[in-house]
């Protein structure tokens, strides 16, 4: 018995020594903001550390009754557990007509054990109205925030929606109505610039393997594409005018930043990825659509209640920097979109299909909650931000469907994607794709197009989209995922037409 007792004392001196480091690596590497914010809203029926849902609506409902001259509470739909998700827009009246205004999207809690960044969302749209050292920033801003995205999973403190889909691996297929609902809001808003906040978790399970005592000394990294086909000058921008310029503002309220980051255990080696390339993640999605895009993942996640304001005010800094960007850069902006776009109806770039990241070594800094210490690893890391193009293919005048069924035409349309059908049988010999040795080759194939079939003309905004979307390699592509067939031997589905043959069939048509 003695020995039990002993073995209880013993545990408890080691848990309360483990709880007094912890709050000594708080207290020297993550200091609370000096300031009063009023968030989260802790209410007698809140079950946690963050907002609850019902609390996120009374407050939005509450700061417009107070603005009703500059903000408008609107739904983006329902989600699948029946609660609404709300959309907040900012439009203040100026001289400037809001047909020549910037229009910027912030979204907020794509996963639902990230509450903190609804939080964040919430501050922001406190500061931007009840201080007035942020009164012009909406000048010619038109902002609309999205705050809760994942209402359901914010309510279960569970990473997905109901029916269990990852909603920032589901931007490209669309599975869940939830994401169908955002595309749809998005494409209709239609706006310039898109920044997605997130949280990420630093006590990583592979981090642990290293050293148990070590955990991520980041308050913030920032995902912004390494996708080649995402236009250039869109790239560009993206790390030039908003990245840098907000790191360097981060870090002059000492945060600590880096790019974002994956670790994963390859030949018994802990290794990085750094940045990212698909198009089922926000960062690279819209930047396909030629809209400035990037992802926030802020320090939290298994941090739980701990040090909730200092994250909270980092998703603050990191998004007033980036409207006080849109506002200041407002005119060269919209150019170098409206020039995307021009050179995206051209159509007259490669695609690549497939692309090689960086091998390179990257230094990554812990702190070690043992020593209260920074550490710095060395790790093998893929850079995507870094990208060299594999396979290449010209791209097509249009691409052809033989047969396609709603499903491939909700997610064609929530994508922005302009289409036309087939009303009169014909007959061309077409270029399709054919299976070989696990690789996909262009050969020419008589076709009968038939009634109902849909061209899909790569001379539109979408071109870079329609490309993620149709080439078989990509793993969000519609062949990736199930939803288009490709057959070997004489049954395909998918074609590419040339000029002379897009004549052809709109001569017929």
């Known amino acids: 018995m003695k020995k039990i007792f002993l073995f209880i004392i013993l545990s408890f001196n080691l848990l309360y020594a483990s709880a007094q480091d912890n709050t000594a690596v708080y207290n020297k590497y993550f200091p609370l903001p000096d300031k ?52 907040v827009t900012f439009n203040k009246k100026s001289k400037i007509a809001d047909a020549d205004k910037i229009r910027m999207a912030l979204i907020g809690c794509m996963h639902g054990n990230e509450p903190i960044s609804t939080d964040g969302m919430l501050y922001v749209m406190h500061e931007l109205m009840e201080n007035p050292s942020y009164a012009d920033l909406l000048d010619n801003i038109i902002l609309c925030i999205y705050p809760i995205v994942n209402p359901d999973g914010h309510e279960a403190d569970t990473r997905a929606t109901n029916n269990g889909t990852d909603l920032n691996r589901d931007l490209a297929i669309l599975e869940a109505p939830e994401s169908f ?177 960086k091998a390179e070594i990257y230094p990554f800094t812990f702190v070690d909650k043992c020593a209260n210490a920074y550490k710095t690893v060395d790790f093998n890391a893929s850079n995507n931000n870094v990208q060299t193009p594999e396979i290449t293919r010209s791209r097509p005048e249009a691409y052809l469907i033989l047969s396609v069924d ?59 989209t329609i490309a993620d979307l149709l080439e078989p390699e990509g793993n969000n592509s519609l062949i990736g995922n199930d939803l288009l067939k490709l057959l070997n031997g004489s049954d395909h589905n998918l074609y590419r037409i040339t000029k002379n043959q897009m004549i052809q069939l709109q001569n017929k048509n």
Request: proline residues 2%.
């Open 36 to 87: 009063n914010i009023p968030f989260p809203i802790l209410t007698k029926e809140s079950k946690s550390y963050y907002t609850g849902y019902n609390d996120v609506i009374k407050y939005i409902h509450s700061l417009a009754e107070k603005n009703a001259e500059i903000i408008t509470i609107g739904s983006i739909g329902s989600s699948q557990k029946g609660r609404d998700v709300p959309s």
């Open 181 to 357: 609902n955002l595309k749809n809001a998005i494409n209709s808003f239609d706006p310039h610039i898109v920044i997605d906040f997130h949280e990420y978790a630093p006590d990583r399970k592979n981090f642990r393997e290293i050293d148990k005592c070590l955990t991520s000394s980041y308050d913030a990294l920032f995902l912004h594409t390494g996708n080649l086909n995402v236009d250039p000058a869109i790239r560009k921008v993206i790390e030039n005018d908003f990245v840098n310029p907000t790191k360097k503002i981060l870090e002059e309220n000492h945060r600590k930043i880096d790019e974002y980051s994956v670790a994963s255990e390859k030949n018994n080696e802990v290794v990085l990825t750094i940045g990212g390339t698909a198009s089922r993640s926000s960062a690279t999605n819209y930047a396909l659509q030629n809209r400035i895009s990037l992802l926030m993942e802020i320090r939290g996640l298994s941090e739980k209640g701990n040090v909730c304001k200092r994250r909270i005010e980092t998703d603050f800094l990191a998004a007033i920097s980036y409207i006080k960007i849109a506002g200041q850069k407002a005119a060269d902006l919209k150019a170098v979109i409206a020039d995307a776009n021009k050179r995206a109806i051209r159509a007259d770039r490669d695609i690549v299909v497939t692309s090689k990241s």
């Open 406 to 464: 709603e499903k491939v035409k909700r997610v064609l349309v929530a994508s922005g994607i302009e289409f036309s059908e087939i009303k009169n049988q014909t007959i061309l010999s077409l270029e399709a794709y054919q299976l070989n040795a696990g690789s996909y080759q262009l050969v020419n194939q008589e076709t009968t197009i038939g009634k109902g079939a849909i061209v899909i003309n790569m001379h539109q905004k979408m071109g870079n």
